[in-house]
């Protein structure tokens, strides 16, 4: 499961900072915690517009995704910060990240009944129809004497507070769980596959169609190449070595970015004749209707659906088993969004990957074997005549999430054989 923190206090030290910080280390086995900050928010002004601020954006992003959310309160004057309240006002007027959002509440302070009086506001806050989010009955987790509580490492210091806080942390694992089947998908809105909405980094001098629009393109942005080196966020590489580490991969990735245009292939891994969308150099730039101008309609229809399922945030990858004839091929497909810095859709990378050898290769490693399930998994869906519906799984993150049967779906390859 997948949850964000949010810290309630911005001041630049805080202790309910160091709470959710214990908790995100203490328990990562059990959820993976993202702690978020609300210093840069400025104070509501329904005059302004929320999209100007990046942390609101940010806030926004990763709360629509986020399986569950832990606020850590502090209590000033008996109730929440200004600043928190803030937040939840902008967070509850033109956008609403929190509606049918599994919430809990934790809060650290000075004084012994700390941030009791902060909490009970809270939950009236989180139940107003603006916000309308789904708060944790009951486990009100009170850190008092927030002082004393932690020892130098940021741990908390007293076992049978440690103890309680799991248990109240279970809870709301529970609960999430139950709590998500009342989840209701954010409607898919219509996906433009033409690509009329350029972003930032569209080159809108080449035709997105234009066989040769890496070359022009590249002429353009004065792309380097070859030798050049280019720094990246974990090292830095020349576009050969780029271009070498890339193909080697031993699956297919592609790339389109969030108006829909096809922008990057690594390698044809997957024979162009098994495929309805052949996967040919010309398809570089193209707007992905046309990558996708061979699939009958309804096919297109569940690429669209997967964009867009994307696209809003509903689920953080898309991942289908393709069945294929060939027992050595066992051929899924995994369809992942990708982000800015802010949290928003950038577009997708997609994942071709026949994983019957890694899956051969670990049986025979570990001596397990594959049983049950009735479908002979090991020999793949190659013996499976029922093809005409393959599963797609999906998720933000994991059960909580998983969004049952989807439409098979070829988002940017196209790739199937049946
Ligand atoms: C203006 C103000 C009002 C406060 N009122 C309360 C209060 O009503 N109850 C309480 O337990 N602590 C109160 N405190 C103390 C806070 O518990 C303490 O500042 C705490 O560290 C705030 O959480 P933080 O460290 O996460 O910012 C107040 C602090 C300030 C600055």
Not at 37 to 47: A, K, R
Not at 171 to 184: A, E, Q, T
Not at 331 to 349: R, V
Request: a negative charge.
């Amino acid at each position: 499961m997948k949850f964000v923190g949010l810290v309630g206090s911005n001041a630049d030290q805080s202790y309910n900072r160091m709470l959710l910080e214990y908790i995100r280390k203490q328990f990562k086995l059990k959820f993976e915690l993202e702690v978020l900050e609300i210093d840069e928010v400025p104070m509501f002004n329904q005059d302004q517009d929320w999209k100007e601020s990046f942390q609101l954006r940010l806030l926004y992003n990763k709360i629509t995704r986020a399986d569950g959310v832990i606020i850590a309160t502090p209590e000033h004057n008996h109730t929440i910060t200004a600043a928190l309240k803030s937040v939840l006002e902008w967070l509850s007027y033109e956008v609403h990240p929190f509606e049918n959002k599994p919430v809990m509440i934790v809060g650290a302070s000075y004084y012994d009944q700390g941030t009791s009086r902060a909490q009970v506001h809270l939950r009236k806050i989180l139940d107003a129809p603006g916000v309308n989010a789904y708060t944790l009955p009951g486990n009100e987790f009170l850190l008092g004497k927030a002082k004393e509580a932690f020892d130098e490492n940021g741990s908390i210091i007293n076992e049978g507070t440690v103890k309680f806080l799991e248990t109240c942390l279970d809870n709301f694992i529970s609960y999430v769980g139950v709590v998500s089947k009342l989840k209701k998908p954010k409607p898919i809105e219509t996906e433009d596959l033409d690509c009329n909405h350029p972003i930032s980094t569209t080159i809108t001098e080449v035709d997105p169609d234009d066989p040769d629009w890496v070359e022009k393109v590249a002429e353009i942005t004065g792309a380097v190449s070859g030798n050049t080196y280019v720094k990246l966020d974990h090292g830095i590489l020349t576009v050969d070595q780029i271009n070498m580490f890339l193909k080697s991969m031993p699956f297919e990735l592609t790339y389109a970015d969030d108006n829909n245009q096809f922008l990057y292939y690594n390698n044809a891994h997957q024979d162009p004749d098994t495929m309805f969308a052949k996967r040919i150099p010309s398809q570089s730039g193209n707007r992905m209707s046309t990558v996708h101008s061979s699939l009958p309609a309804a096919r297109m229809k569940n690429v669209e659906w997967v964009i867009g399922t994307l696209r809003n945030g509903n689920q953080e990858y898309v991942r289908t088993l393709i069945p294929n004839p060939n027992p050595a091929v066992l051929n899924t497909h995994n369809y992942q969004a990708m982000y800015y810095d802010d949290g928003s859709y950038a577009g997708i990378n997609e994942i071709v990957f026949n994983f019957k050898p890694w899956l051969d290769w670990y049986l025979e490693t570990t001596g397990q074997r594959l049983v049950g399930g009735g479908t002979g998994a090991s020999s793949g869906a190659s013996n499976n005549s029922n093809h005409g519906a393959s599963d797609a799984t999906s998720g933000a993150s994991d059960s909580a999430h998983t969004g049952g049967s989807t439409p098979a779906a070829d988002a940017s390859s196209g790739a199937s054989s049946h």
